[in-house]
Structure formats: structure tokens, C-alpha cells
């Protein structure tokens, strides 16, 4: 065999860290450590790492077959079309009354669903927590991971229930009723009636001003106020949904009296989140988010509750004040949502997309996944196919290269939720493929992240890699990392070949399907990577997942090192 492989070196302290503001002052760690165990660039042959085996038993005895765990659907996908072609966008489903079953839980999982979204905006924590054991059964008897992410209802005002009924129709010059009053749950509500959940909001309103409802869906005029009751003119008709949100605008701004200094976690939010939390959910996003502190309070509250603390906060961008404070606020996030539901009520519509590319782009720089969410496929709730501009809009956000792109009311209650997903993966396989054939290199620039000059080597190895991945043409990244942090890295370079995370925990596997490119395996690894790469070879050798020959480049946040090689 005439295959070669390249191994280049870093060697810092494993787990000493240098605040890099002292590294004028400081010794160099490369010098301030023993001599290199390697030279920096090493040619050996492969044959040698053939011999020696994971667990450190002789040659001869056979690796642990069942020791690597993968998703059922990349496997097959990786088997079928070979890495090069693998889906690098990740897609989220809301479950809700259309997909909440086992077996349309399983159909979106085939589909390609990598993370499962509820929203506690809606249902009760019974339906909820059922869901989650569904999506657990599904992971553990089929073999998938896909992950479950739980969405707070958040202090906004919306419409009450509709006394049961699924939609209500407001027609242009009807008198309807918006009202404050606790109305008694088991009669129907009067007719041409609304509930409004906030409290302040007979108060805050004032005749001429204009109720929208989601976002301009339907539209009405205040009319006249009398004590609870706000009387509205519809002047722009359409049919109205349990829980719908509501705006109201005065002189062509969006009105933000007492309703702005609503808390962004409600005392029902909280008892969300302590069921998220006992339910040990993946991620949990965070609706109105105005500031960082929120987010920072969060993620203490859940530190000190949780056993692991691995529960990541996704700050949800949906408002004036998020856009406001956008970098703060995804600095102390784990990741955020491109709400575009709630965002298009709270801006002018035009605005959205400048907004959309701003928080991507913000995102990637801080090395935070980002979703796109709401209305990418709206007309497909009904229909089952998209219009064109649905399929351009969703071909944009892949072509900003987010991390995922998010299904709402086409997953949760539409007709054709598994079309839907098709589409949602047809079309990121398509403008992904066009975007790497064009060698379309983006010019962003990805600026430092971390503090210390240990996690600054870290960024430097996963930027030099992926370069490297490129013009090598290499088949794949292979990356083994304990906290995924150093497979987020990788990810936010956007490298022509998938990246292969391998990582030791199930939480953590789970929440990097979040992110744009990889794929994550369960693997128990030592902090040798001699013998993990072996076993891995041999491991996805035996599964048909990768074959002799392939040229990968394997980095870890256990060494900092890049090997290029030759799979033996
Ligand atoms: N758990 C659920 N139970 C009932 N209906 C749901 C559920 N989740 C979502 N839906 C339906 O799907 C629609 C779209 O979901 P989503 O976009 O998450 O909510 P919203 O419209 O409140 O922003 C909701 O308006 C609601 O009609
Ligand atoms: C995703 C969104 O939030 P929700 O569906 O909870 O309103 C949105 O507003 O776009
Ligand atoms: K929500
Ligand atoms: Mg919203």
C-alpha cells in the first residue's frame, strides 16, 4: 500500500489555559513544555496503526463492533450517496396535533428530522411530556438521536383559546370584542367575542389605534373602550387561531406601553422550564428575549438544577429590543432563532430579511448555531407543494449557510408534514451541492472567539483544518470531542466534506445535530488518538461507512494536532 499520512503537531499543556492578554509576559507553552514526542510533520504507513487495537488488546482480537452508535437515517444516507453528498443543513419539526403520534413521530425522523420542537405555547405538559417519551422510544428502538428542544410561551399578549373552536372568520366591517374578562371556561364565549391573556391591555390600548393579529394576518381598528371590553372594526379580514398574537400599532409604530416591562420568563415559563429540565430536554428557547441577562440568569438557574447542566438556552431574536441587543445577547446564548413570525409583527416585513442575514451572520461569528424559523413552507399546511417564492426563500437561508432551518404549522398541524420535510431537505441537498460545485467561498471573515490562548490553538487547528479539507479534497473531517466544542468549530468554517463528530455522551451527541455539517457518532475514546482512530477505521470499516483508501483529516480537543491520512 503506498498511502501516506501526515501528521502535524501542536503541543500545549492538555489542560492549562493562558489568558492570551498575558501571553506578552508569559513564556510560549511550546516552550515552556517538555520536547515534541513527534515531529511536527510525520510521513509513516498506515500498516502500522492497523496493529494495534483500541483497547489496548493485541493484534488479532476483534474491536468492539457495536461500540459506535449512529443515526439510523445518515447511515443509510451515507451509505447510499457516499459522505460527499450528505444533507449539511439540520432541520427542526414542531410536533404538535398532525405529527404527535409514534409512527409520524418516526415518519419525520426518517425524513430527516434531526430536532423535534414543542411549543408550550400550546397544549398541556401531559401532551408534552408523552411527545418526549415518544421521541426517546424512537431514539432507542430505531437508533436515531434526534434531539428535543422545548420553546416557552414567553409574556406576550395573544387571544385566548376560542372556547375550543379550531379557527373563528372575521369579516371586513364586523364589530368584535377584545376582552380582559376571566370568562367562565365550560360556556361558549359570547359571540364575536376574544379573550386577550394581558391584563393591562383594556388600558393600554387607546381608540384609533390598530390590532394586528399575527403579525397582520387579520386586522382591526379600536373603536371604542368600555371597562374590560375593547371594541374592534375588522378592516382586514381572515381567520382567526386559537392563541393568535397580538400587536397594536398607533401613528405606524408598534405600541410598547406597560406590555415591554413583561417579564421574558413568565411564572408559567418557569414551570415549563422545570418540567424541560426534569424532562431533560436538549435545548430550551427562549421566546422575547430583550437582553443577555435573561439568558445568563437562565443558565445559571439551570447549572445549579440540572444534573449535567446540559440543557442549551437558544435565545429566540423576535423582537425590537433582541435586535437591539443581538451581540450580547448571542454571546451569552448557546445558539439563537431567526424568529421570523413575531419579528415580521414587531418590524416593518421589509426588514426581516436584512435582519435574517444580520443574526446568521452574527451567529456564525460567535460560533453559536442558528436556526430559521416560521412561514418558510406556510402554504404547504394546506397544500402539497410549495410556491416558488417559498422554495427561493428557503434556498436563501441555506445559501446563508445557517445551521437549520425550522418547520411551524407545517409539521405541527398542516396536511403534509412529511412532503414538507422533503422539500425542506431537497432543496438544502440541491443549493448545498450547487454552492460547493460553484466554489462559492465566502469572504466572512471568523473572528476569535474564545479568552484563552488554549481555546485560540483550538480555533487555529479547526481553521487550518477545514482550509485544508478544501484544498486537499479530503472525504471527511474526522473530529473527537468530549464537549462537542471543538466539533462546533469545525462546523462554523462550513468545509466542502462533512465532519464526522465523534463524541463519548448521548446529550452531547444529541444537541450537535443542531449544527450545520455534522454528523455525530457515539464512541467511547481514550485520550489516545492513535487507537482511537484505529478502532474508529475498523469500527465504520465494518459498517460500510467508510472504506480503505478515503482521505480524512482527524483533529481532537484532547491533542491539538491535525493528521492527514489514508483510511487503511
Ligand atoms: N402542542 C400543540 N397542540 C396543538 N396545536 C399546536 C401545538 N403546537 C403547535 N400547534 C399548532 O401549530 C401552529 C404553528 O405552531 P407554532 O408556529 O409553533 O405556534 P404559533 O403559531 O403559536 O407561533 C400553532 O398556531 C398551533 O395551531
Ligand atoms: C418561532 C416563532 O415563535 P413562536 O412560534 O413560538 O411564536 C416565531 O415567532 O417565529
Ligand atoms: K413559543
Ligand atoms: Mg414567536
Not at 218 to 228: A, D, L, N, Y
Not at 275 to 299: P, Q
Request: net charge negative; with cysteine; charged share 25%.
Amino acid at each position: 500500500m503506498s498511502v501516506s499520512r501526515l501528521h502535524l503537531q501542536l503541543f500545549t499543556p492538555p489542560h492549562t489555559t493562558f489568558h492570551h492578554h498575558h501571553t506578552n509576559h508569559l513564556p510560549s507553552p511550546t516552550l515552556s513544555f517538555p520536547p515534541r514526542r513527534f515531529p511536527i510533520i510525520r510521513a509513516s504507513s498506515t500498516s502500522q496503526i492497523i496493529a494495534s487495537d483500541s483497547n489496548g488488546a493485541g493484534p488479532g482480537v476483534p474491536p468492539d463492533l457495536g461500540s459506535i452508535e449512529v443515526d439510523a437515517v445518515t447511515e443509510t444516507e451515507l451509505k447510499e450517496n457516499g459522505f460527499r453528498s450528505t444533507r449539511r443543513t439540520k432541520l427542526v419539526c414542531t410536533v404538535g396535533p398532525a405529527t404527535c403520534g409514534f409512527e409520524q413521530l418516526e415518519a419525520l425522523a426518517v425524513g430527516g428530522m434531526n430536532v423535534a420542537r414543542i411549543n408550550m405555547c400550546h397544549g398541556t405538559r401531559e401532551w408534552h411530556k408523552t411527545v418526549i417519551d415518544r421521541v426517546r422510544r424512537l431514539n432507542h428502538d430505531k437508533g436515531f438521536a434526534v434531539a428535543i428542544m422545548m420553546d416557552t410561551e414567553g409574556s406576550e399578549i395573544h387571544m385566548g383559546d376560542l372556547a375550543g373552536a379550531s379557527s373563528a372568520k372575521a369579516e371586513d366591517g364586523q364589530i368584535w370584542t377584545f376582552s380582559v374578562r376571566a370568562f367562565d371556561s365550560s360556556l361558549p364565549l359570547p359571540q364575536r367575542t376574544i379573550n386577550v391573556n394581558y391584563e393591562g391591555f383594556a388600558e393600554d390600548v387607546k381608540v384609533g389605534d390598530e390590532l394586528l393579529v399575527d403579525g397582520g394576518m387579520v386586522r382591526f381598528e379600536v373603536i371604542e373602550k368600555i371597562g374590560p371590553d375593547v371594541k374592534c372594526l375588522c378592516t382586514d379580514p381572515g381567520l382567526l387561531l386559537p392563541r393568535a398574537n397580538l400587536t397594536f400599532w398607533r401613528n405606524g409604530s408598534l405600541v410598547r406601553e406597560r406590555n415591554a416591562m413583561l417579564p421574558t420568563i413568565s411564572s408559567k415559563d418557569w414551570l415549563d422550564i422545570d418540567f424541560g429540565i426534569a424532562e431533560g430536554v436538549d435545548f430550551i428557547a427562549i421566546s422575547f428575549v430583550k437582553s443577555a441577562e435573561v439568558i445568563t440568569h437562565l443558565k445559571s438557574y439551570i447549572a445549579a438544577r440540572s444534573r449535567d447542566s446540559d440543557i442549551s438556552v437558544i435565545a429566540k431574536i423576535e423582537s425590537i429590543d433582541s435586535l437591539k441587543n443581538l451581540e450580547e445577547i448571542i454571546q451569552a446564548s448557546d445558539g439563537a432563532m431567526v424568529a421570523r413570525g413575531d419579528l415580521g409583527a414587531q418590524i416593518p416585513l421589509e426588514q426581516v430579511p436584512a435582519a435574517q442575514q444580520r443574526i446568521v451572520q452574527v451567529c456564525r461569528q460567535r460560533n453559536k448555531p442558528v436556526i430559521v424559523a416560521s412561514q418558510l413552507l406556510e402554504s404547504m399546511i394546506e397544500y402539497p407543494t410549495p410556491t416558488r417564492a417559498e422554495v427561493a426563500d428557503v434556498s436563501e437561508a441555506v445559501r446563508q449557510r445557517a445551521d437549520a432551518l425550522m418547520l411551524s404549522g407545517e409539521s405541527a398541524m398542516g396536511q403534509f408534514p412529511d412532503k414538507a420535510l422533503t422539500v425542506l431537505r431537497s432543496v438544502s441537498l440541491r443549493i448545498e451541492k450547487w454552492w460547493r460545485e460553484e466554489k462559492r467561498y465566502e469572504a466572512t471573515q471568523l473572528p476569535s472567539v474564545g479568552s484563552y490562548f488554549s481555546e485560540r490553538i483550538s480555533e487555529e487547528i479547526c481553521n487550518s483544518a477545514a482550509k485544508m479539507a478544501n484544498h486537499l479534497e479530503v472525504d471527511a473531517l474526522f473530529v473527537y470531542t468530549k464537549t462537542g466544542h471543538m466539533a462546533s468549530l469545525l462546523s462554523r468554517c462550513r468545509p466542502d466534506c462533512p465532519i464526522f463528530a465523534f463524541t463519548t455522551t448521548p446529550s452531547v451527541r444529541r444537541r450537535l445535530n443542531l449544527q450545520w455539517g455534522l454528523i455525530p457518532f457515539r464512541l467511547s475514546f481514550s485520550d489516545d488518538m492513535e487507537s482511537n482512530l484505529n478502532k474508529t477505521f475498523s469500527l465504520l470499516k465494518a459498517r460500510n461507512l467508510i472504506k480503505s483508501g478515503d482521505l480524512v483529516i482527524a483533529v481532537s480537543d484532547m491533542f491539538q494536532s491535525i493528521q492527514v491520512m489514508n483510511v487503511p
